[in-house]
């Protein structure tokens, strides 16, 4: 077998599927070749004669999840330095994340008259202008009623993070936004989101760096920020170049291992049947048993499993949060990949 070393796992990827049994822990017999569905969520319910699965060997390549970042800028009368400050410094900000390796995409919602990212990032693949003017106390709620706007534009299992600009303090609280965000589907933030906050940490005309520089502390900003592990700066600050290689370090910092694994590609003229594909952990000195899949991230709860990042066009598998807790904690455990078994599913 093709075995890698990834993070605190080691992985083993195999494909091609024979004629064995798979059986239930009690020893009860579930069949073969029709899906088959998993026990209780308290953990891996299910046995599996592992060598039965295995025919061909296809190695596959370790990735970093996706990571998508959507700025939101204040474009009311007060903020015309700050977002000089922000356009002048995108470019430095993406190439920073781009040499780290990460597939990155940009959101900036704001008004394109107010701002306008240059070339490379302007203009690229892997950016998105959405033309919305954004006022002093709106910005939270901008980024929901824009939703459609970016929608397509974001990947399912990637990281996203926000980055709200503003002098101002915001309509909406913290948990106002949190369930807006809550319920956008498709494909949403099953996964949350981390929340970045250049704000004005005192209210104007208060002794220190914010004096007659800010309209209101950005308090309800500073929540979510400090709720969703992002960074805060100052938007007082004159000297911004340390607030993107500090955002820059965040996004490429916040990218979970071993938890995303790519699908290898099954070879020239060999079709990847998704409904056949089973991710299978050996603790150390146990036996192997199939993790079961999921629909999504939503359905992990605190159970065990796995989903696609994709379920219409499957081009990676994403752990469950807890069985991702249980192979950091088990570096010299084996987790297989197996392909041609029906899929054991929760």
């Known amino acids: 077998m093709h075995i890698r070393q990834i993070g605190a796992a080691l992985v083993v990827l195999s494909a091609g599927c024979g004629p064995g049994v798979l059986d239930k822990a009690d020893g009860g017999g579930v069949g073969n070749g029709d899906a088959r569905t998993g026990g209780g969520d308290s953990g891996f319910p299910l046995a599996i004669d592992a060598a039965a699965c295995v025919a061909n060997e296809f190695s596959a390549t370790e990735q970093s999840r996706p990571v998508d970042i959507i700025w939101v800028i204040d474009n009311s009368g007060s903020m015309d330095a700050e977002e000089r400050r922000v356009q002048d410094n995108m470019n430095a900000f993406a190439t920073r994340i781009a040499a780290s390796g990460i597939d990155y995409h940009v959101v900036v919602i704001a008004d394109t008259g107010n701002i306008n990212v240059p070339p490379p990032l302007g203009g690229s693949p892997e950016f998105l202008a959405v033309n919305r003017?954004?006022?002093?106390?709106?910005?939270?709620?901008?980024?929901?009623?824009?939703?459609?706007?970016?929608?397509?534009?974001?990947?399912?299992?990637?990281?996203?993070?926000?980055?709200?600009?503003?002098?101002?303090?915001?309509?909406?609280?913290?948990?106002?936004?949190?369930?807006?965000?809550?319920?956008?589907?498709?494909?949403?933030?099953?996964?949350?989101?981390?929340?970045?906050?250049?704000?004005?940490?005192?209210?104007?005309?208060?002794?220190?760096?914010?004096?007659?520089?800010?309209?209101?502390?950005?308090?309800?900003?500073?929540?979510?920020?400090?709720?969703?592990?992002?960074?805060?700066?100052?938007?007082?600050?004159?000297?911004?170049?340390?607030?993107?290689?500090?955002?820059?370090?965040?996004?490429?910092?916040?990218v979970s291992l071993p938890c995303f694994y790519d699908l290898p590609d099954p070879g020239p003229g060999m079709t990847l049947?998704?409904?056949?594909?089973?991710?299978?952990?050996?603790?150390?000195?146990?036996?192997?048993?199939?993790?079961?899949?999921?629909?999504?991230?939503?359905?992990?709860?605190?159970?065990?499993?796995?989903?696609?990042?994709?379920?219409?066009?499957?081009?990676?598998?994403?752990?469950?949060?807890?069985?991702?807790?249980?192979?950091?904690?088990?570096?010299?455990?084996?987790?297989?990949?197996?392909?041609?078994?029906?899929?054991?599913?929760?």
């Open 273 to 346: 049947d998704f409904q056949k594909v089973n991710f299978i952990y050996t603790p150390t000195g146990g036996a192997p048993a199939p993790v079961p899949q999921r629909a999504s991230a939503t359905d992990c709860g605190g159970a065990h499993g796995w989903y696609y990042d994709d379920a219409a066009n499957p081009t990676a598998i994403i752990l469950c949060p807890a069985t991702c807790t249980v192979l950091e904690a088990d570096p010299t455990g084996t987790v297989e990949v197996s392909y041609g078994c029906a899929t054991i599913i929760e």
């Open 133 to 254: 003017h954004v006022d002093s106390n709106n910005p939270l709620e901008i980024v929901i009623a824009t939703y459609p706007m970016y929608q397509a534009f974001l990947r399912p299992g990637a990281v996203r993070h926000f980055v709200a600009v503003t002098d101002d303090e915001s309509d909406w609280s913290a948990s106002q936004f949190e369930s807006a965000i809550a319920a956008l589907v498709a494909p949403g933030f099953p996964d949350g989101f981390v929340f970045h906050a250049v704000v004005a940490e005192a209210p104007p005309f208060f002794p220190g760096p914010c004096l007659a520089l800010s309209a209101a502390a950005g308090d309800v900003y500073i929540q979510l920020q400090e709720a969703h592990g992002g960074v805060f700066f100052s938007l007082c600050s004159t000297n911004w170049s340390p607030l993107f290689d500090t955002l820059a370090t965040s996004v490429t910092a916040n």
